[in-house]
């Protein structure tokens, strides 16, 4: 027999969001992590809050929310309202019931300084990764460390003259002028910087994102944005790596590429206790000479060294990630700060999207 069509359907649901979410949903271990950091974060959050006044937006919320935008490649914030107020899952991972109202999108843009004025993402980002279940998957001796360009939420015709010559056209006609970073810079954003990938390729305005990776299971462990420079990856690289060392209280190896491959970032490597297993790059210059490599046979005649060789190519896997279906490839926001935060929380997504599949194992 035919069923009766209604349009509506009925006017009250007894279903709840947690029983509408199948039971081996992927994002059920996922919040299920969240849940326990937040926990943890409990006394860090409370202090970023007055004692007293009109309560706030949770931020255990928030924080979930960005995560989902993180996860599902959402473009803006007013985007991510919009879907959360029809999508049940969505709802159910930030703990709102299907009664309660989204919030204006302009309370991320209130709340983004207060969260990473206190660090919060880097306390996330610690606290995941300090997780009983978590922290028997990190290795505490095998690193891998590489950088790639976030590009900048600005466009080349806001890159002018510093001292505000040549400014007649709005910065329209920027052809055949020799701009410099030491001459120009974004007035949409001064922080993002003119950059050259590799030879033959398009300059543009970003910035560099770096992230140290634990060499076990693939894992980001740390993460910082620079100004995009030719010295920025290894200036970050031993300031992530001086911490590391220090946290293990014992030697660690690091695996590089070729961009790493300079006497001095070898030569600080080893005064911070770290064995560099660096690519060697003596490849042939434009000159028509042979580059001299800083690693010598002393790394290079060991198994690890070639072990470090082929797990440090995991790290594109994490910056893939979050071009391809994270917020990594342009950011959205300006000002190094803010792209520091948005950076650290593909980097956590990225874990929080990988450990599971993990414990599974």
């Known amino acids: 027999m035919r069923g009766a069509f209604e349009d509506q359907g009925r006017l009250f649901s007894y279903i709840s969001p947690e029983a509408r979410v199948p039971a081996n949903h992927p994002l059920r271990k996922v919040r299920e992590l969240v849940r326990d950091v937040l926990r943890e974060l409990n006394r860090s959050l409370s202090k970023l809050y007055a004692s007293e006044g009109r309560?706030?937006?949770?931020?255990?919320?928030?924080?979930?929310?960005?995560?989902?935008q993180v996860f599902y490649g959402i473009r803006s914030e007013r985007q991510l309202m919009e879907q959360l107020d029809y999508n049940l899952l969505y709802r159910w991972?930030?703990?709102?019931?299907?009664?309660?109202?989204?919030?204006?999108?302009?309370?991320?843009?209130?709340?983004?300084?207060?969260?990473q004025n206190g660090d919060v993402f880097a306390k996330f980002m610690s606290k995941l990764l300090n997780h009983p279940q978590v922290k028997r998957l990190l290795s505490d001796e095998h690193f891998s460390v590489d950088g790639t360009l976030i590009e900048a939420w600005a466009s080349q015709k806001s890159f002018r003259p510093k001292d505000g010559s040549g400014d007649d056209d709005g910065g329209i006609n920027f052809h055949r002028q020799q701009r410099k970073n030491d001459t120009h810079e974004s007035r949409t954003d001064p922080d993002s910087r003119l950059y050259r990938k590799a030879s033959g390729r398009e300059?543009?305005?970003?910035?560099?994102?770096?992230?140290?990776?634990?060499?076990?299971?693939?894992?980001?462990?740390?993460g910082m944005v620079t100004?995009?420079?030719?010295?920025?990856?290894?200036?970050?690289?031993?300031?992530?790596?001086?911490?590391?060392?220090?946290?293990?209280?014992?030697?660690?190896?690091?695996?590089?590429?070729?961009?790493y491959d300079s006497a001095d970032h070898v030569a600080n490597l080893r005064a911070i206790n770290v064995t560099p297993h660096v690519a060697q790059n003596d490849s042939i210059t434009t000159t028509g000479k042979r580059r001299q490599s800083a690693i010598d046979g002393r790394c290079t005649?060991?198994?690890?060294?070639?072990?470090?060789?082929?797990?440090?190519?995991?790290?594109?896997?994490?910056?893939?990630?979050?071009?391809?279906?994270?917020?990594?490839?342009?950011?959205?926001?300006?000002?190094?700060?803010?792209?520091?935060?948005?950076?650290?929380?593909?980097?956590?997504?990225?874990?929080?999207?990988?450990?599971?599949?993990?414990?599974?194992?």
């Open 227 to 259: 100004l995009a420079n030719g010295t920025a990856e290894r200036r970050a690289s031993e300031k992530m790596l001086k911490a590391k060392a220090k946290e293990a209280g014992h030697r660690i190896t690091v695996g590089e590429d070729k961009a």
């Open 301 to 361: 005649r060991h198994q690890g060294y070639r072990m470090s060789q082929l797990r440090r190519t995991m790290t594109e896997c994490i910056f893939g990630w979050g071009k391809q279906h994270g917020t990594m490839r342009k950011t959205k926001h300006r000002g190094i700060a803010r792209v520091t935060a948005d950076f650290l929380l593909n980097l956590i997504a990225y874990n929080l999207i990988r450990i599971p599949k993990l414990l599974a194992i």
């Open 93 to 115: 991972f930030v703990g709102l019931s299907p009664d309660d109202s989204v919030w204006n999108p302009t309370v991320f843009t209130k709340n983004r300084d207060r969260l």
């Open 55 to 68: 309560p706030s937006i949770p931020p255990e919320q928030l924080l979930s929310a960005l995560l989902l």
């Open 203 to 222: 300059a543009k305005l970003c910035y560099m994102g770096h992230a140290t990776m634990e060499n076990r299971h693939g894992l980001a462990v740390a």
